[in-house]
């Protein structure tokens, strides 16, 4: 069961595997059950979380089996929640790209925001386009979120200039990428083309690039005022674990 799941993770196209979590969400819990770890997203807890990632980059116990939550997403969901006006400002203006579905409903209910979601092929998008050129007008959105995107992206200071342009003056955006902090400056090789080595070297086999150290200077370049959430100066250690932080990781906050 277990090399049936890695091989659908890491084989099927994104939009097939969105539409199969309908239906794996409703058994994985069931499977699951247990109080060991918990997500703070569904606020629902279990015996662990299911692995995730490619074969160069796989993670156990990251998961969320009910609302397919993974690290990085819990760890936004409690900046937003506890450190920003996200769910308290009265109105917000969000522009989200390749919409998480963790997060893509909760935030459609939420009456504070008009919420609209972008992507080039994802079925739960409600526009399409290429995040190189946003068919949208500057300074529009008060929120932007564009996670796990820009190291897919063949111009990612185009990309980001971009997600600038649309930002109002006074808003923010989270913009999560995989990142080695052992790099001190971002990698990037346009002679490796093939999957497998793209997988070995940027550690997915869809990626183009591998960010360092340095991240935050791209986002500096292309406009943003760059600020750090760093999660172990809010939550004790016995939170991280339990909701499966992704340990030492630094969560940037985008601002214009």
């Given at each position: 069961m ?96 390749a919409?998480?579905q963790?997060f ?39 929120v ?31 913009f ?33 690039r591998l ?46």
């Amino acid at each position: 069961m277990k090399k049936i799941y890695s091989f659908l993770i890491n084989s099927l196209p994104r939009p097939i595997l969105i539409r199969l979590s309908y239906i794996f969400k409703k058994i994985a819990p069931i499977l699951y059950k247990g109080d060991k770890v918990e997500c703070p997203v569904c606020e629902k807890s279990f015996r662990k979380f299911l692995s995730y990632g490619s074969k160069v980059a796989s993670r156990d116990n990251v998961l969320c089996p009910y609302d397919l939550t993974l690290e990085r997403h819990r760890l936004m969901w409690i900046y937003l929640k506890d450190h920003s006006n996200f769910f308290t400002a009265a109105k917000l203006e969000v522009l989200h790209i390749a919409p998480e579905q963790c997060f893509h409903v909760l935030f459609k209910k939420q009456n504070n925001l008009n919420y609209l979601t972008g992507d080039l092929l994802s079925p739960i998008a409600d526009i399409h386009f290429d995040l190189h050129e946003i068919p949208l007008e500057d300074n529009k959105f008060d929120v932007v979120f564009c996670n796990h995107v820009l190291e897919h992206v063949t111009d990612a200071h185009q990309c980001m200039s971009e997600l600038y342009r649309v930002m109002k003056p006074g808003g923010f955006g989270i913009f999560q990428v995989p990142q080695d902090t052992n790099r001190e400056e971002t990698y990037e090789d346009w002679s490796i083309t093939s999957p497998e080595e793209r997988e070995k070297h940027f550690w997915q086999y869809d990626h183009v690039r591998l960010f360092g150290k340095d991240y935050p200077k791209w986002l500096e370049k292309a406009g943003f005022t760059v600020t750090e959430f760093i999660q172990e100066e809010h939550l004790s250690d016995a939170q991280i674990e339990r909701y499966r932080l992704p340990k030492k990781e630094i969560l940037y906050i985008a601002s214009k």
